[in-house]
C-alpha cells in the first residue's frame, strides 16, 4: 500500500521504516527540514537499536522517502497515519492536542480522493471522533475520508520488534463494517498472518486502551516503590519480595522493580493527561489514585538525594559519580529522566557530579549544561566520593567493582535501580546502598 506517517519523530521514524519494512511504500512526512534530511541519508536523529540500520535499508530500497510536502502527500497516500506528539501543556495536567488539530487543518483540504487515517498518538479519550468530524467537514472528499485510532504501544529500546512482532494490535472504528477495518487488515497482513491479536473496538475505547495501559504500569511500578519505603523501614528485601509475589499469575514479575521510579515522555504525561480528561467528563473521583502514583514516582528522586547525602555526610564539595541519564537503557531519551534530575539536584546542593551514559550524554548536555560529562565509566568515576547508579544499562550491570574500585576515592555505591548484586559489590570491599534491599 501507498502509506503516509505525518510526523517523524520517535514513534513516526519506528512506523515508517517498519511499515516499509513489510513491504508498503511509505512517505514520511515533517517540518523538520533538517531531520528530513537526515532521515533522507539513512540516518535518525535520536538513539533506538538498530532502527538506524533498518532506515538505511529501506531508503536505500526505494521503500521509504521523506518530505515536508502535505500536497505530496496527499496526492501519494491510501492510508494516513498520525504520529505527532501530544506532550502536556505548560503549566497544567492536560494533554496539549494542537499539533494534531493543525495537521488535520492542513492535510484534509487537501484530500480530494478517499482517504483511510489512522491515528497512533496517544491522545485524551473524544479526541478521534472529534478529529473524524474535522477531517470529513474540511476534505474535499467528504465521507469518502474515515478515521479510525490505532494505538502504539512501544517500548523504547524494542520499537521494532514491538511494531513488527506486537503482543496485540488495536483499531477503534465508528462500525465494525468500516472499511478502515479492512484497510488496517492490509497494512498489517503479515502480521496479522502470525497470529497476532486483532481487536476492533469503538474510537473511546481504542483511546482509553492505551492510556490505561500507561496508568496500569505506572501504578505496578509505584505500587513496588511503595512497598520499597516499608521494607527500608522494617528491613524487608523488596528484591525477594518482588520475586515472591510475582510467581503469582495475577500479578506477575514484570514492572515490578523498586527503584528511581519511571520517568521519559509518556508515562508521566499520560497519567497527567488521564486525570486531567476524567476531570473534564465529570469522572476525577475515579482517578484520584494516579496523583498518588504520580508522587510516589516523583519522590523517589528526592529520596536518592537523600540517600546520597547520608552517605557522604554533606554533599558541599563531594566527588560524584552518576552511571546513566536516559531515562531507561537502550534509549537516549532524557525527558523527564529521574537519573538527570537525580544529578542536577546533587549539583545544586553543593556536589561535583560527572555524568556518563553509553548513549544519552549529548541529548543531556543540551538540557543540563552546567554539569561535568565523561566518555567512559572510569572517567565518570575518578577520585568519587559515591558512585550512584541510576539507569540500567548492561554496561552497568557488568561492571567489575574490583577494576571501579581502583579510580574512585571511596567505595561507596548507591544502586538506584537494584540492579547489581550486592553480595559481589561487598565483597570487594565496597559499601552498597539501595532502596528496599539490604
Wanted: aromatic fraction near 8%; hydrophobic fraction near 45%; glycine fraction near 8%.
Amino acid at each position: 500500500m501507498r502509506i503516509v506517517v505525518l510526523g517523524v519523530g520517535y514513534l513516526g521514524a519506528t512506523h515508517a521504516a517498519c511499515m516499509a519494512k513489510l513491504g508498503h511504500q511509505v512517505l514520511g512526512v515533517d517540518t523538520d527540514e533538517s531531520k528530513l534530511a537526515q532521515l533522507s541519508s539513512g540516518v535518525v536523529p535520536f538513539y533506538e537499536p538498530h532502527l538506524n540500520e533498518l532506515t538505511a535499508e529501506m531508503v536505500a530500497a526505494g521503500n521509504l522517502r521523506f518530505t515536508s510536502s502535505y500536497l505530496e502527500a496527499a496526492d501519494f497516500g491510501d492510508v494516513y497515519f498520525i504520529a505527532v506528539g501530544t506532550p502536556q501543556k505548560k503549566g497544567e495536567y492536560a494533554a496539549d492536542v494542537s499539533a494534531l488539530d493543525s495537521l488535520i487543518d492542513t492535510l484534509a483540504p487537501l484530500l480530494t480522493k478517499p482517504a483511510i487515517i489512522f491515528g497512533k498518538s496517544t491522545v485524551p479519550v473524544g479526541t478521534a471522533a472529534r478529529l473524524r468530524e474535522r477531517a470529513r467537514r474540511l476534505a474535499p472528499a467528504g465521507t469518502g475520508v474515515e478515521l479510525a485510532w490505532n494505538p502504539e504501544f512501544l517500548r523504547e529500546g524494542h520499537a521494532i520488534d514491538d511494531t513488527l512482532r506486537p503482543d496485540r494490535l488495536v483499531l477503534g472504528v465508528v462500525e465494525a463494517s468500516d472499511k478502515a477495518v479492512d484497510a488496517a487488515r492490509q497494512v498489517y497482513g503479515s502480521i496479522l498472518e502470525s497470529g497476532v491479536p486483532f481487536i476492533i473496538t469503538d474510537l473511546a475505547t481504542a483511546e482509553l486502551v492505551k492510556v490505561s495501559a500507561n496508568a496500569f504500569l505506572a501504578t505496578k511500578i509505584s505500587f513496588i516503590n511503595a512497598i520499597a519505603e516499608v521494607c527500608d523501614a522494617s528491613g524487608g528485601d523488596v528484591v525477594q519480595l518482588a520475586d515472591a509475589i510475582g510467581y503469582d499469575s495475577r500479578i506477575g514479575r514484570a514492572f515490578l522493580n523498586a527503584g528511581l521510579g519511571f520517568g521519559g515522555g509518556c508515562l508521566p504525561k499520560d497519567i497527567r493527561a488521564f486525570m486531567a480528561r476524567a476531570g473534564e467528563l465529570g469522572a476525577d473521583q475515579a482517578l484520584t489514585f494516579l496523583r498518588e502514583v504520580d508522587a510516589i514516582n516523583m519522590r523517589r528522586r528526592s529520596q536518592m538525594v537523600e540517600l546520597a547525602r547520608d552517605a557522604c555526610g554533606s554533599l558541599l564539595g563531594a566527588r560524584v559519580g552518576v552511571l546513566g541519564a536516559a531515562f531507561k537503557p537502550d534509549s537516549d531519551d532524557v525527558r523527564d529522566s529521574p537519573a538527570l534530575n537525580v544529578a542536577g539536584q546533587l549539583q545544586l546542593q553543593g556536589a561535583a557530579v560527572t555524568v556518563y551514559d553509553p548513549k544519552a550524554v549529548e541529548n543531556s548536555r543540551r538540557l543540563f549544561p552546567t554539569l561535568a560529562y565523561a566518555d567512559s565509566v572510569e572517567a565518570a568515576c575518578s577520585k568519587a566520593d559515591v558512585v550512584l547508579l541510576l539507569t540500567e544499562w548492561d554496561e552497568f550491570k557488568e561492571l567489575d567493582p574490583h577494576k571501579l574500585g581502583r579510580v574512585v576515592s571511596r567505595r561507596l555505591l548507591l544502586d538506584g535501580r537494584n540492579c547489581v548484586d550486592p553480595s559481589v559489590w561487598r565483597q570487594a570491599g565496597w559499601t552498597y546502598k539501595s532502596f528496599g534491599r539490604v
